[in-house]
């Protein structure tokens, strides 16, 4: 969620009390903030993938309240289960994150739960 929106300190990290009183009231933050990098990215990798369009496809996305809980093969095969009982993405989806915040300690729980046929994809 850091990627994203919020914790702007972690973005980029060498934010300090100093930048207030730049020398040159005219030189740009974003200049200084870009030479220094950052520790968290909001630049997305994207990949292409083509899907054959005789067969599933999942796609589950979850933050690290929810896979710092489950690995991923455990995580998948709920989610195909709960779909062969007939439950919806978006039911699916609920459920996860319902279970993964309710639990003690627990972090934030987001989950996106898609599924795609490769003949309308």
Excluded: W
Aim: net charge neutral; with cysteine; aromatic share 4%.
């Amino acid at each position: 969620m850091s990627r994203a929106v919020g914790d702007l300190q972690y973005k980029n990290p060498l934010n300090t009390f100093q930048d207030n009183f730049a020398a040159d009231p005219a030189s740009s933050a974003t200049s200084r903030s870009e030479s220094r990098g950052n520790f968290l990215s909001n630049d997305p990798y994207t990949s292409l993938r083509r899907l054959h369009t005789d067969r599933r496809y999942l796609l589950l996305v979850v933050s690290d309240g929810v896979s710092d809980r489950v690995d991923d093969v455990t995580l998948v095969q709920h989610v195909m289960k709960l779909s062969m009982r007939g439950k919806r993405a978006n039911e699916i989806a609920q459920e996860i994150a319902t279970n993964s915040a309710s639990r003690p300690r627990s972090d934030n729980a987001t989950c996106i739960v898609a599924m795609l046929d490769g003949q309308g994809s």
